[in-house]
């Protein structure tokens, strides 16, 4: 394994004052291209829920017209094995933002990067659900630090191309030296997004770009390695018109 998969020791180098300001500046000329991603994923999602709905008919489980909470506890799972399936497209969406926020161009094409290493991904978002399942019902508090400790995995994985264990450990161990702050800064950016949604949808064109961002600024800061950083600083004006 290369040096360049080591986290950078400055864990102080972010703020959360400087992740929103850097993520507010850098989401402007990319929005188009994030909010498109977005939209895919959410287009592909609603495919498959609609297919799992149409099956769940066809199969007599559900009434046509009826509502998801008669389905039976029986096919939650096949639901639940869906949504890992589905996950590498959102580590796509991710992914966006963590290439605006290190300067590099981005594309929607992106999205579809995290399928290289799709059997991983799924093993990887299993064991992480599963322990992160176990830390909710361990008084939920510890299921809370293991969804933001584990958060970073998926990245670790495509980028550094490390294991699930590995990318697992070094997002956890990165993520405990600044939990609380990091913990600061999604609660943020959650209200920020629950505030733009109430304000009649139309700020969240800027605030979910900016959410996205925000976590490429928090990985970058943490993650980087002095070539993604010239690479990045080589190629000032490749980010999104």
Not at 39 to 59: D, F, H, K, P, Q
Not at 69 to 93: A, C, H, K, M
Request: charged letters at 15%; proline letters at 5%; glycine letters at 8%.
């Amino acid at each position: 394994m290369e040096s360049a998969a080591k986290p950078n020791d400055s864990r102080d180098s972010w703020t959360i004052q400087s992740v929103l300001g850097s993520s507010w500046e850098k989401q402007k000329g990319a929005k188009g291209i994030i909010l498109v991603g977005c939209l895919i994923c959410m287009v592909i999602n609603t495919i498959v829920e609609l297919g799992y709905g149409a099956l769940l008919i066809s199969l007599d489980v559900i009434e046509y017209g009826g509502q998801w909470d008669t389905v039976t506890w029986s096919v939650q799972p096949v639901r639940f094995i869906l949504n890992i399936l589905e996950s590498p497209l959102l580590y796509g969406v991710f992914l966006l933002g963590i290439q605006r926020s290190a300067g590099m161009p981005i594309h929607v094409k992106t999205i579809f990067q995290p399928f290289s290493f799709f059997f991983l991904l799924i093993g990887l978002t299993l064991l992480v659900s599963l322990f992160t399942l176990a830390g909710f019902l361990l008084l939920v508090l510890p299921g809370i630090y293991l969804a933001l400790a584990y958060s970073f995995s998926p990245y670790l994985m495509i980028k550094k191309k490390m294991g699930i264990w590995e990318s697992m450990e070094t997002s956890r161990k990165t993520v405990t030296k600044y939990w609380w702050r990091y913990f600061g800064l999604m609660l943020l950016l959650v209200l920020l997004n629950i505030v733009a949604a109430v304000a009649l949808l139309v700020p969240l064109v800027w605030t979910i770009p900016m959410t996205f961002i925000a976590l490429g600024e928090v990985y970058n800061a943490s993650f980087q390695d002095n070539n993604e950083e010239s690479d990045a600083n080589s190629n000032p004006a490749s980010a999104a018109p």
